[in-house]
């Protein structure tokens, strides 16, 4: 089978001062002309945003460019698009490119959005009939019916995201670019568009993807590429990727820690999470032993409570390494599909830098917990220093309704009051 996309040592500079972008741009663009293209010879104040990054891709296939912000993912999707060009290395496309990478872009913001519809449409040469066989498709998609004669300056960020999904899908693309703008839609967007592209994928569309959370990129993403700094750390199966990628972050987030006097450092490898969801785990029974967590909702012992309840959340474990700057961080993921909620740590204080060994037994109450109703899981993370001595799911539980309709992430407390009522 012939290979539909071809990245071959594709590389991107920029440099850090503005005033000399388009300065840099011109030389090098008469550099190329003069045959001395595919120089990437550094000036002293440019850097590699995407440095030799290499991928081949067939119809069908699914990729994720994961990474810290800053690491070059967008970058990589541009280059792909065509809307900038590598300095070195080559790209090959054997299909039709259908973007979605930065929002609003190919909308006119003045036009209605059925207008700008057909003029997508007809950027791909499309004809009338052919684009009028596919608008009630991408209209009833996007659910913006009542909208759809308004100008796409009007939408929100939401509506907007809608509408340009539902036509980089519709206009029959034989590969998908999608960067993380779908994370500003709801939740049913995300889940209505993460079907589409399952759906899509099955008919052999391939398509790049820079997931808003790694619950997406295990579910739509078979290969994944890590990207730091520019550089590509590792490619090739998703869950191997973004358990190294998980594993980073966690060391990293540690690493910034207060260290003092920390009398151990990180020597055992650390696995993942079953799923990959909810990071990397280290569950050594040398360090930590005989581990129990609770949460206490009006004095009972509960894994359901409704929302705004009052929880504490007790443990206690014996810790059988000798420490001198032990912290506790509790974090809270959504259970299906790994949303980091939060967390809360003993990092910021002085609760357990006293304590030597020996049996750990705490407790912390969240007055309000405001988190909206649904299943969660809580991880333990149990460090000495930057280092790692337990990291694990201790605690599933479920957030129940209190009576009330409820959006988003969470639900503030709050309280409404009418200040004036003039009669028209």
């Known amino acids: 089978m012939k290979p539909i996309l071809v990245a071959e040592n594709i590389s991107k500079k920029y440099t850090k001062k503005a005033d000399q972008h388009l300065n840099y741009g011109v030389r090098d663009f008469f550099a190329e002309l003069l045959g001395r293209s595919g120089n990437l010879e550094m000036r002293e104040d440019e850097f590699l945003a995407v440095e030799n990054a290499s991928f081949c891709l067939y119809p069908g296939d699914t990729l994720a460019l994961i990474g810290r912000n800053g690491c070059g993912k967008t970058t990589t999707l541009r280059m792909l698009n065509g809307t900038l060009k590598p300095d070195s290395g080559s790209i090959q496309i054997n299909g039709r490119v259908q973007a979605l990478i930065s929002l609003g872009t190919g909308f006119d913001q003045k036009l209605p959005g059925l207008e700008n519809i057909y003029n997508a449409a007809a950027v791909l040469g499309l004809n009338s009939r052919e684009t009028r066989s596919i608008v009630d498709e991408v209209v009833d998609f996007s659910e913006l019916e009542d909208f759809i004669d308004s100008p796409v300056g009007t939408y929100s960020s939401g509506m907007t995201a809608r509408l340009g999904f539902s036509v980089a899908v519709h206009l029959n693309p034989e590969i998908l670019l999608i960067d993380e703008i779908l994370g500003v839609g709801d939740h049913m967007l995300q889940n209505k568009c993460a079907a589409k592209m399952q759906q899509m994928k099955k008919d052999g569309v391939t398509m790049i993807l820079v997931p808003h ?78 581990l129990n967590v609770d949460f206490v909702v009006n ?9 705004h309840s009052t929880v504490t959340i007790e443990y206690d474990f014996l810790s059988k390494t000798t420490t001198n700057n032990l912290t506790v961080t509790l974090v809270f993921y959504k259970k299906e599909d790994g949303f980091h909620y939060g967390k809360i740590s003993t990092s910021n204080g002085t ?74």
């Open 213 to 290: 959370s790694e619950g997406k990129i295990i579910q739509l993403c078979e290969q994944s590429l890590w990207m730091h700094k520019g550089k590509t750390m590792k490619i090739g199966n998703s869950a191997d990727v973004v358990a190294s990628y998980l594993s980073f972050l966690d060391k990293l987030a540690v690493s910034k820690l207060p260290q003092d006097n920390a009398s151990i450092d990180q020597e055992k490898p650390i696995e993942t999470s079953k799923g990959l969801l909810y990071g990397a785990i280290f569950d050594d029974t040398d360090n930590v032993e005989d």
């Open 299 to 307: 004095g009972s012992k509960c894994q359901a409570f409704p929302t």
């Open 351 to 424: 609760l357990l830098k006293h304590i030597r060994s020996g049996r750990v037994h705490c407790k912390v109450t969240i007055d309000d917990f405001n988190i909206n109703p649904g299943t969660y899981v809580m991880v333990m993370v149990i460090c000495e220093g930057h280092s790692f001595l337990y990291r694990n799911v201790v605690q599933e539980f479920v957030v129940e309704n209190d009576g009330n309709l409820k959006w988003g992430i969470m639900d503030f407390s709050y309280h409404y009051e009418v200040l004036t009522n003039t009669p028209a």
